[in-house]
């Protein structure tokens, strides 16, 4: 860290509402990032199969360009983000969005819904990589891990909201093939938020959150001096992104597996989606808590291990297992982007956390875009979802196996206080 972001943070020892109000505002602003663009179309693959979609290749491929558009994104926030602040990347973000949502909401064609998607990916990418930095700005150091978890909870807030308020409009409507509607609402949401942003930046008392000029200072786009300054880096890095196999492809195939394998109906799909959002509120919160007390490492390690539980209910194709699955597979999940996100964090501020996350966050997207196709491919090779579920209980396993090793790693080069 540099001198000035270290008093910078001396000088955010106590909470403000000013604080508060600001990394709400934030909270609100990634449940589009996440949520509006992509677990959105996961809900609602089921119904755009029917209209747009002929292959569990081709929803496979829907996602994969999710995470083509998110890791462009990623590189393109990476390579700005030395001379771009923190709060113009998010605002341009969320601008992006509301006019990628309305254009899926009329999408004519797979191509057309496809492209949407890509552009939501990169919308995505653009309000994710900056947020952890301006969320915790004005909040004390030792709240980070909560912070950090407070932004992922946030996302489990808004899918419960989706997911129960597109159950509503269908019984309301007696369309159960209903899904365009259902864009249109998130891009008007979207809209809004991106107002509550502007507003709450705009008048508060203290100035926009900014970084230190050290931290401003150009360099390559693809700079890894920053993540090598990490201990045990290499860990870290693997553990997040063997991760990414499970984030590319979990949730974006458990309505098709179990309507298709199981013959859930779709109002029975959306309350899963439900759990899975339940889970992920408190999920977060509790493990970003608990890293701050008994390390981030240790912290990922259990979540991942959740993961593993929650994949091997899902071939069961049965209550109350899949609802359990659900449940827990949103606890796990949604707590390792921010707990490894507060892992580097400890360690980076500023612009040089944002290159830096966003450059790990490049192989995490690769990694979920790849999962993304093959999940697909082999769900049409086999004919079922389980071969693939198992595969993602594998790879949680690995996972928490590799977060591990980094904690005893830790331990052993003395690091006790990142343990």
Not at 120 to 130: F, K
Not at 192 to 209: D, G, K, W
Not at 360 to 387: H, K, N, P
Request: net charge neutral; charged share 10%; hydrophobic share 55%.
């Amino acid at each position: 860290m540099t001198d000035l972001s270290n008093k910078a943070d001396a000088a955010t020892e106590s909470v403000t509402r000013p604080g508060v109000v600001l990394a709400a505002s934030i909270c609100a602003a990634v449940v589009v990032s996440h949520i509006f663009g992509r677990f959105s179309y996961s809900l609602l693959l089921p119904a755009i199969s029917d209209d747009l979609v002929d292959t569990f290749t081709g929803a496979g491929f829907l996602g994969a360009s999710y995470f083509a558009g998110y890791m462009i994104g990623v590189v393109v926030v990476t390579a700005i983000s030395s001379r771009v602040e923190p709060l113009t990347l998010l605002r341009s973000g969320l601008a992006l969005s509301a006019v990628v949502l309305t254009l899926l909401a009329a999408a004519p064609s797979f191509v057309a819904l496809a492209a949407g998607i890509f552009f939501a990916g990169v919308a995505g990418a653009g309000i994710w990589i900056p947020a952890p930095v301006i969320a915790s700005s004005r909040l004390p150091v030792r709240h980070r891990g909560l912070v950090m978890g407070a932004l992922t909870a946030s996302m489990g807030g808004g899918l419960l909201l989706v997911s129960q308020g597109t159950t509503l409009y269908r019984s309301a409507t007696d369309d159960e093939g209903a899904w365009r509607p259902v864009f249109g609402a998130e891009a008007v949401a979207t809209a809004l938020i991106l107002l509550i942003v502007a507003a709450v930046t705009r008048s508060s008392r203290q100035p926009a959150p900014q970084v230190s000029d050290g931290d401003a200072a150009q360099g390559p786009m693809f700079d890894l001096s920053g993540l090598r300054t990490i201990p045990s880096w290499a860990l870290l890095l693997a553990s997040y992104c063997i991760f990414a196999l499970l984030a590319g492809s979990w949730s974006q195939f458990l309505g098709l597996a179990l309507e298709e394998d199981a013959g859930f109906s779709r109002s029975h799909i959306n309350n899963l989606f439900s759990a899975f959002a339940l889970g992920a509120v408190p999920g977060p919160l509790l493990f970003g808590r608990l890293s701050d007390r008994i390390g981030r490492d240790r912290s990922l390690s259990l979540a991942c291990l959740l993961c593993v539980a929650a994949s091997l209910m899902i071939p069961l194709g049965a209550e109350p297992f899949a609802t359990i699955a659900a449940f827990t597979f949103g606890a796990g999940s949604f707590a390792v982007p921010p707990v490894t996100a507060a892992a580097v964090r400890d360690h980076l501020d500023g612009r040089v956390f944002g290159a830096t996350f966003g450059g790990m966050t490049i192989v995490y997207a690769l990694t979920s875009m790849v999962a993304s196709q093959i999940g697909g491919v082999v769900a049409d090779v086999t004919g079922s979802f389980d071969a693939w579920y198992y595969a993602l209980a594998a790879a949680a396993a690995l996972a928490a196996f590799t977060a591990e090793l980094r904690r005893r790693s830790l331990g052993a080069l003395g690091n006790t206080a990142q343990e």
